[in-house]
């Protein structure tokens, strides 16, 4: 299974619907099935002083270190300034779990569906298997 490394809260954010595009600064071509690794780092300090986006989150929900959901990679698609502006007007929630800017990627998920039993596993850069 292809599978995705993410620091919390994003993992969980993808998790409970709340983000459905990852924000990456590269693009790819895989579509398809793809499941979430919460990664075993602990949230970064900025990401924990942003209390916008930490108060989409329950602290208590977060899962490091382990594979949490599934999802379909349906696009990547290059943001443009028009990209990143319909984002920020029409989903704040959206805008601030990611890093919109123009030249940047936004990779579309879609039918995200919760693990009911979380798969421990140790993480990896990029789009990775777990077997």
Do not use: Q
Request: charged share 25%; glycine share 6%; with cysteine.
């Amino acid at each position: 299974m292809k599978v995705l490394s993410l620091t919390e809260p994003y993992a969980t954010l993808i998790k409970n619907g709340i983000k459905t595009i990852e924000t990456r600064s590269w693009k790819t071509n895989y579509r398809g099935k793809l499941y979430i690794h919460a990664s075993s780092t602990k949230i970064p300090k900025e990401y924990k002083n942003n209390k916008e986006l930490m108060s989409l989150v329950d602290i208590n929900d977060l899962n490091y270190g382990n594979i949490i959901c599934s999802c379909e990679l349906v696009d990547c698609v290059e943001m443009t300034d028009e990209f990143v502006n319909n984002v920020k007007n029409k989903n704040k929630n959206e805008y601030i779990t990611g890093i919109y800017s123009n030249g940047r990627y936004a990779w579309i998920l879609k039918n995200i569906e919760v693990l009911a039993n979380p798969i421990k596993a140790k993480g990896h850069l990029g789009i990775w298997n777990y077997s």
